[in-house]
């Protein structure tokens, strides 16, 4: 094999042997990677896209962690989890920005291992989205206290009829439309009272709509 044969092979991390970092346009080369046994396809470049970070300074130049170690396949081998480092990989490829949030239990997790790696972008961004997440928790457990400690009362209000039947007289239609208006009216007396609608149900037939009326009961 020839010298230059060599250097692609070990830029690739194709060999079975501790792999030797590429410079240059190199950088943009595929690269294989094997993640706790799960195969990734990346660059140099995108591993380096945080500059400063220990996972950049290890796939760079000279890193003072060591040569990287290629499996049987030439795969560089990183012992960490290939679920989180999907979201680590993303981050890096899209210039270090992360887009969406990683779901529970994984966000904790994907945030302990970018602060493994040395990612602070990413720690800051993750820690951002665990404020986010906290601060909605103790809003919604807020309202559920509140709302546990609040007496409702309630009122069942039936709008209808809804429809006429072509067999219906005039009489019968004045006298079902007047039954609808007489409906509407109690509903909007409800509204008026500081009810407000929680729930509706139309019957099976059509006619009728069952409305759920709640309000603050007076102390």
Known sequence: MSAAKRARTDDTG?????????????????????????????????LCAEKGSMLATK????????????????????????????????????????AGTPPQPLLEQVRADADYFGLSGLVKALDARLAAIEKAEKAEKAEKAKKAATRYTYQHRLVGPLSASETDSDEDRRARYAKFEQSMQQLNDSAQAGYRLVSAAVDGEGNYVDCMMEKVAAR
């Open 59 to 98: 796939f760079e130049g000279g890193s003072p962690f060591g040569e990287l170690v290629a499996d049987e396949t030439g795969a560089i081998f990183l012992d960490t989890d290939p679920a989180t480092f999907t979201w680590i990989l993303g981050y890096l490829r899209r210039s270090c920005c992360l």
């Open 14 to 46: 194709a060999a079975a042997t501790p792999a030797t970092p590429a410079v240059g346009s190199c950088n943009f080369q595929p690269m294989r990677l094997s993640v706790g046994g799960t195969l990734f396809t990346t660059t140099r470049a995108t």
